[in-house]
């Protein structure tokens, strides 16, 4: 799968936001109320953030794949665990990753903050970027 550009552009613009700034949100609930009633945590984000996922599936880089699997494959461990390795990433990798990673968020409050602090979207941010300069595995 090939990533327009326009959807790299929005992508790499990214990488700001996701530098090591500190949090991008915070975790909240999950204290009980008067009643005794514990509401389940939940990690809320800041407004950017909310901007990225919008952007994603606006940009259509949050795609109908199977990601589950894919995330499964020593591969994408493998990419998931070590953000260097994101340098070499391919198209169909960043669709994956970013597919994952805001698709797991519905499973798993707090994915993407644990992306951000792993550097995972800082590296993708950063990958798109270097697709749109003519980097490897552009072709």
């Known amino acids: 799968m ?13 990488a700001d936001t996701f530098e ?28 950017e953030v909310d901007r990225f996922v919008d952007d ?3 940009t ?11 995330a499964g494959t020593p591969e994408a461990q493998h990419l998931i665990a070590d953000p260097t390795a994101i340098a070499d ?3 169909d990798d960043l669709i994956y990753l ?7 968020e519905r499973f798993s409050d707090g994915e993407i903050a644990g992306a951000y602090e ?3 979207l800082l590296a993708i ?8 300069d003519g980097g490897p595995g552009n072709a």
């Open 60 to 70: 259509r880089l949050v795609r109908p794949v199977d990601w589950m699997r894919w």
């Open 125 to 132: 941010a950063q990958r798109a970027q270097a697709l749109l």
């Open 118 to 120: 792993r550097g995972t």
């Open 56 to 58: 994603m599936y606006a």
């Open 98 to 104: 970013v597919t994952t990673i805001l698709r797991g």
């Open 20 to 47: 090591p700034h500190g949090p991008i949100g915070r975790w909240q609930g999950g204290q009980a109320d008067a009643a005794g009633v514990i509401q389940m945590p939940w990690y809320e984000y800041q407004p």
């Open 2 to 14: 090939r990533i327009p550009k326009t959807s790299l552009r929005v992508l790499a613009g990214y």
């Open 89 to 91: 990433a391919t198209h």
